[in-house]
């Protein structure tokens, strides 16, 4: 049985995982909520629910106790939240995490596309690389997933690119974020220490088609 925690369960990126989670009978979740509104009533029956904040230091250790993989899809203070999620690892011994990053924060984006997309959402680069950085420099099973611009696309069609290489395309389906997630926790010793770019192969140009 693996016990997985599933950071920003509410997310949409997550809602795609834990659906395709909840028929595996060797998979148990716990889901992590920040408030009750989040909740939508279709989680798994055999799933945990849990309310809190993942900036709580007390809490987090509490909460990873006992879990095998760690999978962060958070938002806003991700630098913050990834140091008492790193520390609370650490604490109960607990070594293999995935997290959702964002495309651009190595400067790894090229042409009017990296242009556009600086523009767009660079202010949020230097969260996101330094929640990067946290994790790279944490010695822990890590799995680091830049995805590109995410869409709603009812679709599994992606490919991947290298910390070193530049990153291709514009848009990927939130869809494919998750089955590259299910794919590494039902194999978790694949892809440790990666930090990838995931986005659809053929979507390249100076800004995804639904902008």
């Known amino acids: 049985m693996k016990n997985v925690l599933v950071l920003g369960a509410s997310g949409q990126i997550a809602r795609w995982v834990i659906d395709m989670l909840s028929t595996q009978s060797d998979i148990k979740m716990t889901l992590l ?105 944490s010695n822990l099973d890590y799995t680091i997933i830049r995805a590109a611009w995410l869409t709603d696309n009812d679709e599994v069609d992606y490919e991947i690119t290298q910390k070193n290489e530049l990153f291709k395309g514009t848009e990927v389906s939130r869809k494919s974020v998750a089955d590259l997630v299910v794919k590494i926790i039902e194999k978790p010793s694949e892809m440790i220490d990666q930090n990838i770019g995931l986005n659809k192969p053929g979507t390249d140009g100076p800004k995804p088609n639904f902008m």
């Open 33 to 137: 909520y920040r408030n009750t509104t989040k909740i939508t009533g279709n989680e798994p029956a055999t799933s945990e629910i849990v309310i809190g904040d993942a900036l709580d230091q007390k809490f987090m250790e509490q909460l990873v106790d006992g879990k095998d993989i760690v999978y962060a899809n958070l938002a806003g203070e991700v630098d913050s939240q990834m140091s008492v999620i790193v520390s609370a690892m650490k604490k109960n011994k607990v070594t293999r995490v995935i997290s959702i990053n964002t495309l651009g924060i190595y400067d790894e984006v090229p042409g009017a596309f990296g242009e556009w997309n600086n523009r767009t959402i660079g202010e949020y680069f230097p969260r996101y690389r330094k929640a990067a950085d946290i994790l790279e420099a």
